[in-house]
């Protein structure tokens, strides 16, 4: 390579670093910094170098507090859930049944679909009189109170989130299960092994790879999960969806406090971080 | 001999009822996944169904038939595009849709371009500070961009992009995941092509241009799909840039309508639908490109 050749990389990297250094790096290191700082409006906006205070305070404030555990009981639900019934999808899916292409199509439907919509859609599916309570009620069951109740909003949204994140991920999983070769199966069904022995000695293992991704994907994903909160609940019935997430969200652009907003995305980029490595290592190969 | 002739019948039998069992276990097995098939199927299109019917029904009458459900509320008895007319006439739909459609294709045209050099790159060249580099694209891919929406926020306003179409097109326009799809698509290109075009003297750029791309085309279908559904559906970063009313995009559209008019049930269910027509429309025909390219992150 001549000494011109050297700089060709880097012109046809250029544009993309650029774009990704001003409009993700940048902003993701100013939040790092205005964590640090109180701004005091009273004072004409005047930015006050506080160190750890802004974290602190998340953990002194019974609503920071309840936006942590909001936050951890969604995701210990939502994302076993999801990916469990993922798997279940994909190996449904991946029969070689008449009329399969039909229904994996259809299955996509969900994906196309932009988060949004699906809440507002969602919305009217779980309003009192909506589509979720007429269906109860040709069952003979009681109209439930979904995202009004503070007992229930937190499931609904576990539910709206489900309807797309379990297709989706699905999607991963059988691209995984369409990888392994088949004869691995035919010789195993020779030696005389059952349905379950084949999938935990065979396709389980070589799963995990596609397992890894999918969960870490889901994790980073669900605990930065924001729209369908905004849209279906904006935190309520009594805080009771009020994920850190959206916590942040409420501080820092309907309250102005951008110190501890910004101290509360940081936590949770830390926390994410730190469950991906957890998740990472847990799914560690031997070899 | 009697007694052989026996014992042959007797295993045939055996085999015979074994066989039996076998087909009956595997019909069941069919029958249940159908079973299982047919209710997922369900759980996707009932709520969707009853979205388009909602659209199609006067307003007054979109809950009629859904408490208690009849088969009704999936098929709009008098069908009337009123929602439709009201989203054009009154709520200025039109204008949304024009903005949405210029900002997708040009988010299409011009993220392809950046994303395919920068794949290139990553695919066929060695250099300082590649791997780092790649891990920084997958991670700024893998976060979304709520969680930096209030410094980026304060940028653009320092910028003076509030408003403007730059602030509205510009960032959204690095797609970690076009890139990562299109170094893969790249790395299998054989060296030699490379190499002869090289030795005939062709510049790097027209490599990628004039012999690189025009063999790339379920690449450039997929990265056209994802960048098309990403500012398609893309709301919370319109919402936030561009709040005036003449960059309204149809997702913001869509969304403030549950805000400001919660009970004209039709209305908001019409824009959910127009919302939502195009990317399904889009992903039904290319869905191979589609699929290939999202599973495709997942495995390498």
New interface residues.
């Given amino acids: 390579m001549t000494k011109a050749e050297?700089w060709?990389?880097?012109f046809?990297?250029a544009?993309?670093?650029l774009?990704?250094v001003?409009?993700?790096?940048?902003?993701?290191f100013?939040?790092f910094l205005?964590s640090l700082y109180a701004t005091s409006f009273a004072a004409g906006g005047v930015k006050t170098f506080v160190g750890l205070r802004n974290f602190q305070d998340v953990f002194a404030d019974p609503v920071g507090l309840q936006s942590i555990w909001v936050t951890l009981r969604f995701n210990l639900i939502v994302n076993p859930l999801q990916i469990g019934l993922a798997l279940l999808?994909a190996l449904?899916?991946n029969?070689a049944?008449r009329g399969?292409d039909f229904?994996r199509?259809?299955?996509?439907?969900?994906?196309?679909?932009?988060?949004?919509?699906t809440a507002?859609?969602?919305?009217?599916?779980l309003?009192q009189?909506?589509?979720m309570?007429?269906?109860l009620?040709?069952l003979g069951l009681p109209a439930q109170p979904f995202l009004q109740s503070p007992n229930q909003a937190l499931w609904s949204i576990i539910m709206m989130a489900s309807?797309v994140g379990v297709?989706y991920w699905a999607?991963?999983i059988?691209?995984?299960l369409q990888?392994i070769p088949t004869e691995l199966y035919e010789a195993a069904e020779i030696d005389g092994t059952g349905v379950m022995q084949r999938f935990m000695h065979i396709t389980l293992p070589l799963l995990r790879?596609?397992l890894v991704?999918?969960l870490v994907?889901d994790t980073?994903?669900n605990f930065?999960l924001?729209?369908p909160v905004?849209?279906l609940t904006s935190g309520g019935p009594q805080l009771s969806t009020n994920t850190l997430?959206f916590e942040a969200?409420r501080r820092?652009?309907i309250f102005g406090d951008?110190g501890t907003?910004?101290a509360m995305?940081m936590l949770?980029?830390g926390a994410t971080l730190a469950i991906v490595a957890i998740e990472f290592w847990l799914l560690r190969t031997s070899d | 001999m009697t007694t052989t002739v026996v014992t042959r019948t007797k295993t045939e039998q055996e085999a015979r009822n074994l066989r039996r069992r076998r087909r009956l276990a595997e019909l069941l097995h069919?029958l249940l996944?159908?079973v299982?098939?047919v209710s997922?199927?369900a759980?996707?299109?009932?709520?969707?169904m009853?979205?388009v019917a909602?659209s199609f029904t006067p307003n007054e009458q979109v809950?009629k038939y859904?408490?208690?459900?009849s088969w009704r509320?999936l098929f709009p008895s008098d069908p009337t595009l009123e929602a439709y007319v009201n989203l054009f006439e009154q709520r200025d739909f039109g204008r949304a849709i024009v903005n949405t459609l210029a900002l997708s294709f040009g988010s299409v045209l011009i993220g392809l371009?950046?994303?395919a050099?920068?794949g290139?790159?990553?695919a066929k060249?060695e250099?300082r500070g590649?791997n780092l580099?790649f891990v920084?694209?997958l991670i700024?891919f893998?976060?979304?961009v709520?969680?930096?929406?209030?410094?980026?926020y304060?940028?653009m306003r320092d910028w003076g992009w509030i408003n403007t179409w730059y602030g509205l097109f510009?960032?959204g326009?690095?797609n970690?995941l076009v890139?990562f799809m299109f170094r893969q698509f790249f790395a299998d290109i054989p060296q030699e092509i490379l190499d002869a075009a090289r030795v005939d003297g062709a510049s790097?750029p027209r490599i990628?241009f004039q012999l690189i791309i025009p063999i790339s085309l379920p690449a450039i279908i997929s990265g056209a799909l994802i960048l098309f559904?990403g500012s398609?559906?893309?709301?919370?970063w319109p919402l936030v840039v561009a709040p005036a009313p003449e960059f309204r995009v149809v997702?913001v559209a869509?969304?403030l309508a549950?805000q400001s008019r919660q009970t004209i049930?039709n209305e908001?269910?019409a824009g959910?639908i127009l919302?939502?027509i195009v990317?399904?429309l889009?992903?039904?025909p290319f869905?191979r490109y589609?699929?290939?390219s999202?599973?495709?992150?997942?495995?390498k």
């Fill in positions: 050297k060709v990389p880097y046809f990297l544009p993309a670093l774009l990704i001003f409009f993700r790096l940048l902003p993701a100013s939040g205005e999808l449904l899916v029969q049944l399969i229904f199509s259809i299955y996509l439907l969900p994906i196309a679909i932009s988060l949004n919509v507002i859609i969602w919305g009217l599916v309003n009189y909506g589509l309570n007429g269906l009620r040709v309807w297709a999607l991963f059988l691209a995984g990888g790879k596609v991704f999918v994907a980073v994903a930065l924001f729209v905004l849209i997430m969200y820092g652009f951008f907003s910004s995305i949770l980029l | 069919k996944s159908y299982l098939l997922i199927l759980i996707v299109v009932v709520p969707l009853w979205a909602a809950f859904v408490f208690p459900f509320a371009l950046i994303s050099m920068a290139f790159a990553f060249f250099f590649k580099l920084i694209v700024t893998m976060i979304p709520e969680v930096i929406i209030i410094p980026l304060i940028l510009i960032p326009l690095a970690g890139i790097w990628l559904l398609w559906n893309s709301f919370f997702q869509v969304s549950v049930w908001l269910m959910a919302a939502a990317p399904v889009l992903v039904f869905q589609y699929v290939r999202i599973a495709s992150t997942g495995i």
